[in-house]
Nanobody, 112 residues
Framework: QVQLVESGGGLVQPGGSLRLSCAAS????????MAWYRQAPGKQRELVAR???????IYADSVKGRFTISRDNAKNTVSLQMNNLKPEDTAVYYC??????WGQGTQVTVSS
């Protein structure tokens, strides 16, 4: 059974930074593409960033230049460094792997 557990969310002021982490267990982590999605109240879940098994990355236009996704295959973790956060980044952030597993989500709130 695959498990994805997110951590690192919280409340931050506009312009601040947060680092989200996702710990994976129960699968061969290194072979899968991993991704971060987010869902704001009243909106559909959207892709934030994705990283392939080889380290190739893609980002939503809204976060390019501010967010960085990375992975550590030795530790079975994928991270999302979020800088220069904006109120519109407020959402529940979810970790996802390419075979369809999701974490429980972690709340990120950007507010003064």
């Amino acid at each position: 059974q695959v498990q994805l557990v997110e951590s690192g969310g919280g409340l931050v002021q506009p312009g601040g930074s947060l680092r989200l982490s996702c710990a994976a267990s129960g699968s061969i982590f290194s072979i899968y593409t991993m991704a971060w999605y987010r869902q704001a109240p009243g909106k559909q879940r959207e892709l934030v960033a994705r990283i392939s098994s080889g380290g190739s990355t893609i980002y939503a236009d809204s976060v390019k230049g501010r967010f960085t996704i990375s992975r550590d295959n030795a530790k079975n973790t994928v991270s999302l460094q979020m800088n220069n956060l904006k109120p519109e980044d407020t959402a529940v952030y979810y970790c996802n792997n390419q075979i369809g597993y999701w974490g429980q989500g972690t709340q990120v709130t950007v507010s003064s």
